[in-house]
């Protein structure tokens, strides 16, 4: 069965073609990253414009070379993200149900980001290969989600950031140290060359599974307005603070519900340091899609929509974007 997938819940416009859940047929993202990075972060407004004038584009190419009649369902993300956003990619994926005669499949991005982890070129490669239950890690610029996933669809919330997200500290921080946007592969590059030296702090939140990283961002502000820190290393040490939180955090959780596995994903799971300490200290195996399934894409969507569509959850044409939504 060949789904296709639409994403537009923030600053990519994307569409894909996944046939049976895993096997990408084609995976279309248009970037709005140059457009935002002026403002050093992204604007609403902007963004929901910039998808009007992208979206068909680029279904148009995902679908070139398959035939309408061999795509069975039409999966799109509702929510959460910004509403102007969201609103493109549904009302566009329930013009094409209509018109083409097709069920609707609403998918929520954070289980999408999940979802990547089955796609054929994730480690998982084939949709057999995760195993329940699994401990899924989301960390994306909007949330650091540790949920416990039993079955498809059978979600149990364990805990979330109390405030920054990750990648939004990864972005709040690369402002402060005067780095590009978005601020997590720019962290990333310019602490390769320095050293983790520097005492940032880590909230542990003892006896909880939920994160907390703005208090590290503002240990990174002293330090670097007292001055005399080399850039690479005020971006090694504050990646290995959160790192250090985020692989301790998820492993003890690991071993504490004996899960068969560990399921990074979202756009902060695409950092090299982050996947390298996960696979050195994690008792279970690991799995995290390559880097460019990691970040908003529809492909993920697509794989997602497809165990929806097999557990016959599909949505009417009332479907409405859900900013805020959440996951289990
Ligand atoms: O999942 P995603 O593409 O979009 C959301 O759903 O938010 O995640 C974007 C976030 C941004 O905050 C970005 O800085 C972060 O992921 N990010 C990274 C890396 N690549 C993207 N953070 C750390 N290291 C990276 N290599
Ligand atoms: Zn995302």
Same mark, same amino acid.
């Given at each position: 069965m060949k789904t296709l997938g639409i994403e537009t819940s923030c600053d990519e416009t994307a569409a894909a073609i996944v046939e049976d =859940?895993?096997? !990408?047929i084609s995976n279309v993202v248009a970037s709005q990253i140059d457009i935002h990075a002026r403002y050093g972060g992204v604007v609403p407004e902007v963004a929901s414009r910039q998808h009007l004038l992208t979206i068909i584009p680029v279904i148009n190419q995902a679908v070139t %070379?398959? &035939? +309408?009649?061999?795509i069975s369902g039409i999966a799109v993300t509702?929510? @959460? %993200?910004l509403a102007g956003s969201l609103l493109v990619g549904v009302n566009v994926a329930k013009a094409i149900a209509l018109a083409r005669k097709l069920p609707l499949i609403a998918v929520n991005h954070l289980e999408g980001h999940i979802y $990547?982890?089955? &796609?054929? /070129? /994730? @480690?998982? %490669?084939?949709?057999?290969?995760v195993e329940f239950p699994c401990l899924c890690l989301i960390v994306s610029g909007g949330h650091s989600d540790l949920v416990m996933l039993? =079955?498809?669809?059978q979600f149990k919330k364990l805990g979330r950031t109390l405030d920054d997200a990750a990648g939004e500290a990864f972005d709040k921080a690369a402002r402060i140290l005067g780095l %590009?946007? @978005? =601020?997590g592969p720019a962290i990333e590059q310019a602490g390769? /060359? =320095? !050293? @983790?030296c520097l005492p940032l702090p880590r909230? +542990? &939140?003892?006896?909880?599974h939920d994160f907390s990283f703005s208090g590290l961002k503002t240990a990174l502000w002293h330090l670097v307005h007292k001055g005399e820190v080399s850039v690479a290393d005020a971006a090694a040490s504050f990646q290995l603070a959160i790192v250090d939180v985020l692989v301790t955090k998820t492993i003890e959780t690991a071993k504490q519900l004996k899960v068969e596995q560990i399921l990074l994903s979202g756009?902060? $799971?695409?950092n090299e340091t982050l996947t390298q300490y996960f696979l050195a200290n994690s008792p279970v195996p690991v799995l995290v899609p390559p880097p460019h399934l990691c970040t908003d894409n529809a492909a993920m969507v697509a794989a997602c929509g497809y165990y929806h569509f097999e557990a016959g959850k599909l949505s009417g044409y009332d479907l409405d974007v859900v900013p805020s939504l959440s996951l289990g």
């Open positions: =859940g895993s096997r !990408i %070379g398959v &035939l +309408w009649q061999d509702f929510g @959460p %993200g $990547a982890n089955w &796609l054929n /070129s /994730s @480690p998982a %490669g084939k949709k057999d290969r039993k =079955g498809h669809g %590009g946007y @978005p =601020g390769r /060359s =320095g !050293i @983790p909230a +542990w &939140l003892k006896e909880t756009g902060v $799971a695409a």
